[in-house]
C-alpha cells in the first residue's frame, strides 16, 4: 500500500542510536619551524577536550610549502584547520584555505609572524590560539591573489596575506642570510637592506588601481599591502587592515641617498610614533608633504615594469615578472580568534 501523505518512510527517519559524526581539525606544520611532538600532542589533547575527533596532521616540504596538503585536509572534509610555521607557511595554507569557508587558526611560529601580529595575536602561547580553534571567534579577513608575468610570457598566482613587493623590498629579502635570521630572527632583514640599497638602482613602473587613473612613476620599491605593521613596533603603511575590503600600496620613491632618510623619518617616526598622538597628527597636517612614499589604497592594481625585477610575497622570493595584476578576496579566510578577542584595533 501506498504511503500517505502523512506517513514518513522508514528509511528517511534515522535510526535513535545513531550520532552525528564528530567534527574534526587538522594541523599543518612547517617541522623546521616548531616542536611537532609537542605541538602535535597540545592539538590532540584539547580537540579531545573540545568533544572532537583525532586531528589530521600534515608537515610541509620543500617541495609543498603547505598550500598541497591543506587541499588535502580539505579533501578530507575537516572542519578547522590550523597553521604553525613562519610567514611563508601561513601564506600557503592560506592560499589553499581561501574561500573554502573553513575556519583557519594561525599559531604563531618563526620569525616575523606577521599576520598574526597584525591581528593582535598572542605570539608566545600556543595553546591558546590552539583552543581558540574549538571555543574562539570568527573573523573574515581579506587575501590578496598576485598574478606574475615572466620575460617569457609565463605567469603564475599566487596569494598574499601580509604584502607583496617588486624591487628593493624583494632584493632585500633575497639578499638575507637564512643562518643569520635563525640566530638573531627578523633583525636579520637589516643586514639584508643594507646589502640591497648598496646595488639598488630605480626603475619605471606604470601602475593604474581600479577606477583611478594610470600614473607612471619611478621607483625603488612597490609595496601591495593587506597588513601595515612590522616587528618592533613599525608601522609601514598606516590605517591598514586586514578585513576592510581593500589593499594598501605603498611607492617608495626616494631620488637620492638622502631620500631613504625621508623614508625612514616617515616610517620609523611619523608613522610609528607621531601618529599614535593627538598633536603629532597636527604635526603630520601641517608638514609639506615629499614623494618619497606615496600611499594608495584600491581592491587591487596592476603595474608594468620597464625591466624583470625580483618580487615577494610575504617574505617568500618568486622571481622576477615584468608585469603583476593584484587582485583582492574580500573575506576571502575565516580566521579563528581567541574569545573575546579586541578586533577594534582592526
Not at 30 to 52: C, H, Y
Request: one cysteine or more; proline letters at 5%; hydrophobic letters at 45%.
Amino acid at each position: 500500500m501506498a504511503n500517505g501523505p502523512d506517513d514518513v518512510s522508514a528509511d528517511r527517519v534515522p535510526p535513535a542510536d545513531v550520532e552525528p559524526p564528530l567534527r574534526r581539525a587538522a594541523l599543518v606544520y612547517n617541522p623546521i619551524k616548531v616542536d611537532a611532538e609537542q605541538l602535535r600532542s597540545a592539538v590532540t589533547r584539547l580537540s579531545a577536550e573540545a568533544g572532537w575527533d583525532e586531528p589530521l596532521f600534515f608537515e610541509t616540504t620543500v617541495e609543498d610549502l603547505g598550500d598541497g596538503v591543506t587541499r588535502r585536509a580539505l579533501a578530507e572534509k575537516v572542519d578547522a584547520v590550523l597553521v604553525a610555521g613562519g610567514d611563508g607557511t601561513v601564506r600557503a595554507v592560506s592560499e589553499a584555505v581561501c574561500g573554502s569557508d573553513v575556519p583557519l587558526t594561525i599559531v604563531p611560529s618563526g620569525t616575523g609572524n606577521l599576520l598574526a601580529r597584525n591581528l593582535f595575536l598572542p605570539l608566545g602561547d600556543p595553546e591558546t590560539m590552539i583552543r581558540a580553534t574549538f571555543e574562539g571567534d570568527h573573523l573574515p579577513i581579506d587575501v590578496g591573489f598576485a598574478a606574475l608575468q615572466r620575460s617569457d610570457g609565463s605567469s603564475i598566482e599566487h596569494a598574499f596575506v601580509v604584502m607583496g613587493g617588486m624591487g628593493l623590498d624583494a632584493a632585500m629579502i633575497a639578499n638575507t642570510s637564512g643562518d643569520l635570521k635563525k640566530k638573531v630572527g627578523w633583525i636579520a632583514y637589516v643586514d639584508g637592506a643594507a646589502r640591497s640599497l648598496a646595488k639598488a638602482t630605480p626603475f619605471r613602473i606604470m601602475y593604474q588601481i581600479p577606477g583611478r587613473k594610470l600614473h607612471s612613476a619611478r621607483v625603488q620599491s612597490i609595496l601591495v599591502a593587506n597588513c601595515g605593521s612590522l616587528p618592533a613596533g613599525l608601522e609601514l603603511i598606516p590605517g591598514a587592515s586586514v578585513s576592510d575590503g581593500e589593499l594598501d600600496v605603498a611607492i617608495f620613491a626616494p631620488k637620492n641617498f638622502f631620500g631613504w632618510f625621508l623614508v625612514w623619518r616617515r616610517v620609523a617616526w611619523d608613522n610609528s610614533f607621531l601618529r599614535r598622538f593627538r598633536a603629532g597628527r597636527q604635526v603630520l597636517a601641517l608638514r609639506t608633504r615629499d614623494s618619497t612614499v606615496i600611499y594608495s589604497r584600491g581592491q587591487g592594481i596592476e603595474l608594468q615594469a620597464e625591466s624583470a625585477q625580483a618580487v615577494q610575497l610575504d617574505g617568500d622570493e618568486f622571481g622576477e615578472a615584468t608585469r603583476i595584476r593584484v587582485r583582492l578576496v574580500a573575506g576571502g579566510i575565516i580566521a579563528a580568534l581567541p574569545a573575546g578577542h579586541d578586533t577594534s584595533r582592526l
